[in-house]
């Protein structure tokens, strides 16, 4: 099974980038679609990004679609979120996860994942 770790959250300025980091280990991490999830206080955790198995295939959630880039690297067992021209409304801890998908299948929904790392808080705050 598939262990994933976040890093890279931080606090940033109105407008300012920052770029997240999802590394996983212990299976074959081309096997898996990975998205991205965030959860403010207060609000259900909501979708951000996805990324099929090898990374042709890619979804956004709307609020994010002009300013996020999912990308991943298999190489390096990594998936990236770049985040910029960030908002305070993007405050939250942000959430990798995976599911083991055919082709260029993805997923949108928090219950279609069954591995979660454990967030990293990003504050977008002046």
């Known amino acids: 099974q598939v262990q994933l770790v976040e890093s890279g959250g931080g606090l940033v300025l109105p407008g300012g980038s920052l770029r997240l980091s999802c590394a996983a280990s212990?299976?074959?991490?081309?096997?898996?679609?990975v998205g991205w999830f965030r959860q403010a206080p207060g609000k259900e955790r909501e979708f951000v990004a996805a990324?099929?198995?090898?990374?042709?295939?890619?979804d956004y959630a709307d609020s994010v679609s002009s300013r996020f880039t999912i990308s991943r690297d298999n190489a390096k067992n990594s998936v990236y979120l770049q985040m910029n021209s960030l908002k305070p409304e993007d405050t939250a801890v942000y959430y990798c996860?995976?599911?083991?998908?055919?082709?260029?299948?993805?997923?949108?929904?928090?219950?279609?994942?069954?591995?979660w790392g454990q967030g990293t808080q990003v504050t977008v705050s002046s």
């Open positions: 996860a995976a599911t083991i998908r055919r082709g260029n299948s993805i997923a949108s929904k928090t219950y279609e994942y069954d591995k």
């Open positions: 990324i099929s198995r090898r990374g042709g295939n890619l």
């Open positions: 212990g299976d074959t991490f081309s096997d898996y679609a």
